[in-house]
């Protein structure tokens, strides 16, 4: 499962021209950012993110699959229907003026209602889901701000936006972890007819 999601995730990381530099401006391997619009440093936080966002769930709560036998489409219809909305609500997103760090949430909730819509089954587990991965998250930024304590004031630009924090973290932080928690949880079961039950 985490392979697949890796492998899903790393587009995003393509889109970091979008948040750099008006939301954060940290400083990019080779320059990368410059040259290519991303950083290898983006590949990787995608990659990890996709892999704890998306068995947050499972592990915290005892949780394996089980074939759900539900009709539908085949997978690579599902991948390719949302691949397609990716596709689309990114430059949607952006043209309508709405910066990415309030686009993306936007974007993984508006999949996460319509994959909810065709699998009901899957509303607690994606809110769980979605609480969980806040809180792994919540505990990696917490670590960062240990060790380094003014990292959120040296790199990020919040001032320009809700300028909002959680002992420390900002509130775009918790949103982002949240809502890719809800959607991830949500990928795989949907798309290769999953459902989640206990140990």
Request: net charge positive; hydrophobic share 55%.
């Given at each position: 499962?985490?392979h697949?999601?890796?492998?899903?995730?790393?587009?995003?990381?393509?889109?970091?021209?979008?948040?750099?530099?008006?939301?954060?401006?940290?400083?990019?391997l080779?320059?990368?950012?410059?040259?290519?619009?991303?950083?290898?440093?983006?590949?990787?936080?995608?990659?990890?993110?996709?892999?704890f966002?998306?068995?947050?769930?499972?592990?915290f709560?005892?949780?394996?699959?089980?074939?759900?036998?539900?009709?539908?489409?085949?997978p690579?219809?599902?991948?390719?229907?949302?691949?397609?909305l990716?596709?689309t609500?990114?430059?949607?997103?952006?043209?309508?003026?709405?910066?990415?760090?309030?686009g993306?949430?936007?974007?993984?909730?508006s999949?996460?209602?319509?994959?909810?819509?065709?699998?009901?089954?899957?509303?607690?587990p994606?809110?769980?889901?979605g609480?969980?991965?806040?809180?792994?998250?919540?505990?990696?930024?917490?670590l960062?701000?240990?060790?380094?304590p003014?990292?959120?004031d040296?790199?990020?630009?919040?001032?320009?936006?809700?300028?909002?924090?959680?002992?420390?973290?900002?509130?775009?932080?918790?949103?982002?972890?949240?809502?890719?928690?809800?959607?991830?949880?949500l990928f795989?079961?949907f798309?290769?007819?999953?459902r989640?039950?206990?140990?």
């Amino acid at each position: 499962m985490i392979h697949i999601l890796a492998i899903v995730s790393i587009p995003f990381g393509f889109t970091e021209f979008l948040f750099y530099p008006s939301y954060w401006e940290p400083k990019f391997l080779f320059d990368l950012v410059h040259v290519l619009g991303f950083g290898i440093e983006d590949l990787l936080f995608v990659i990890g993110l996709s892999a704890f966002t998306s068995t947050s769930y499972p592990f915290f709560f005892r949780k394996q699959f089980a074939k759900w036998e539900g009709r539908g489409f085949s997978p690579k219809y599902r991948i390719l229907l949302l691949v397609l909305l990716f596709v689309t609500l990114v430059p949607t997103v952006h043209a309508m003026g709405i910066h990415l760090i309030y686009g993306a949430p936007l974007i993984m909730l508006s999949f996460s209602s319509i994959l909810l819509f065709l699998r009901r089954d899957l509303l607690i587990p994606a809110v769980l889901g979605g609480v969980s991965s806040t809180i792994v998250y919540s505990i990696l930024c917490f670590l960062l701000l240990w060790i380094y304590p003014s990292i959120f004031d040296l790199t990020w630009h919040t001032q320009k936006f809700l300028n909002i924090r959680w002992f420390g973290i900002p509130l775009e932080e918790l949103i982002y972890a949240f809502s890719s928690g809800l959607a991830a949880t949500l990928f795989y079961p949907f798309v290769f007819s999953f459902r989640f039950v206990s140990f």
